[in-house]
């Protein structure tokens, strides 16, 4: 049973974001938490509190599990490009520059290994 949490418009670039989300793509629930928590980059807290809400949303839909043994891991993890604000800064001569600042969309999907293996061994035999 896999559960989803979404994280949307983070004012960072998803340059900056995708930096992080690559770190933990296809590790353990446990393993990337640590990873995230000792990570200097900014996007470090905002994934990390994503996972935190994943981790609380699978177990809100799989009440008589426990976490220890599900062996969850991070199916899933995307970076999108959120709402651009453009702003100008003044330049020499009456011009303008225009600024970009860039927001971004994560969407993280974490599953159990056994329910995987489960399923995929039940189509085979279908």
Known sequence: MEAVAKLKN???????MRLVANLIRGKSVT???????FEA??????LEKL??????????ANEDARIEDANLY???IRVDEGKMLKRLRPAPQGRGHRIRKRSN?????ID??????????SNEAK
């Open 74 to 76: 991070i199916k899933e």
């Open 105 to 109: 969309h994560v969407t993280l999907v």
């Open 31 to 37: 393993r990337a938490l640590g990873l995230l928590k």
């Open 112 to 121: 159990s290994k056994v329910d995987s293996v489960e399923t995929s061994t």
């Open 10 to 16: 983070v004012p960072s670039s998803p340059r900056k």
């Open 41 to 46: 980059n900014a996007g470090a807290p905002k």
């Open 51 to 60: 996972l935190l809400s994943a981790l609380s949303n699978w177990q809100a």
